[in-house]
């Protein structure tokens, strides 16, 4: 049955956890499904992981809409939501608007992300009386990795610990069905949490929050530029694919592939009257 912003809320009040994780792309889409993932964000950490960038603020709305629609097109159950890249809703009210449905129009979003608290609150509400849901995102926002200064926790002081629970209740009341929190300190995050009637999602936010979500390529040991210390390795894909795709070159210098059985054939008569 497909996930929605009901199911997100339902799951909120009968206290099940909800399981996100990234996706970029259609295969792993499928995979991911196929193992009962709630929730897939096409998150503009693809500049990282997919692209290589240093961060995430060269991504592009057409980036977003050409892997956003191929994650889409694996999903029926998960819910699929698009992250709105660096700039695509800052400026204006109008471009939020209107970038956000292109993420539902020409991406198939079930949601769109932006960062942000109270700022960002004016766009929420235009979004969303549009009938577009939007999941916020507060703490480390990484498409403001200039202002903070490099990837830092955010509240663990008094002052940017209350700025940061005014952020999350004033998104919640601009509309937002699910808040992201990335990279609080874990008794803040509890503590959103229960202040919120709207699901949190967590990345480097504790077990408090209502949900999790990590990066795929983190989690299945692919990405190793760098690991942040929430993230866990719940496998180590990043050597066994190293380990075949050494064996192809060596099958293929030496001759083992491709044998017969991954060839084709054709009729001896038909290649007789070619000499
Ligand atoms: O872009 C992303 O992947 C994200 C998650 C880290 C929450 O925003």
Request: hydrophobic share 40%.
């Amino acid at each position: 049955m497909k996930n929605t912003v009901a199911t997100f809320q339902k799951m909120k009040e009968q206290g099940e956890k909800i399981s996100m994780l990234t996706c970029y792309d259609y295969s792993t889409a499928k995979l991911e499904e196929a193992a009962g993932i709630n929730g897939i964000l096409v998150g503009d950490s693809l500049g990282n992981v997919m692209l290589g960038l240093p961060d995430t603020l060269s991504v592009t709305m057409e980036h977003m809409i050409t892997y956003g629609s191929s994650v889409a097109r694996a999903c029926h159950d998960t819910m699929v939501v698009i992250d709105m890249p660096f700039m695509s809703y800052q400026e204006s009210i109008e471009r939020a608007v209107h970038n956000a449905g292109r993420l539902m129009k020409e991406g198939r979003a079930n949601a769109v992300k932006l960062e942000g608290g109270a700022a960002v609150c004016p766009q929420i509400k235009a979004i969303t009386a549009c009938g577009i849901p939007v999941m916020a995102h507060i703490g480390l926002t990484p498409q403001s990795i200039n202002a903070f200064g490099g990837n830092k926790v955010q509240g663990k002081n008094e002052a940017r610990a209350k700025e940061l629970l005014e952020d999350a209740k004033k998104v919640q009341e601009a509309g937002a069905f699910a808040l992201t929190l990335e990279c609080v300190p874990k008794p803040l995050a509890s503590l959103i949490t229960k202040e919120l009637r709207i699901p949190t999602i967590g990345i480097g936010a504790g077990d408090g929050c209502d949900g999790q979500i990590l990066v795929y390529q983190d989690m299945l040991g692919l990405f190793s530029d760098y690991t942040p210390k929430f993230v866990k390795h719940f496998a180590s894909l990043g050597g066994e694919m190293q380990a075949a795709f050494k064996a192809y070159d060596e099958a293929v210098k030496n001759g083992t592939f491709p044998d017969d059985a991954h060839a084709f054939k054709m009729d001896d008569s038909v290649l007789e009257r070619l000499y």
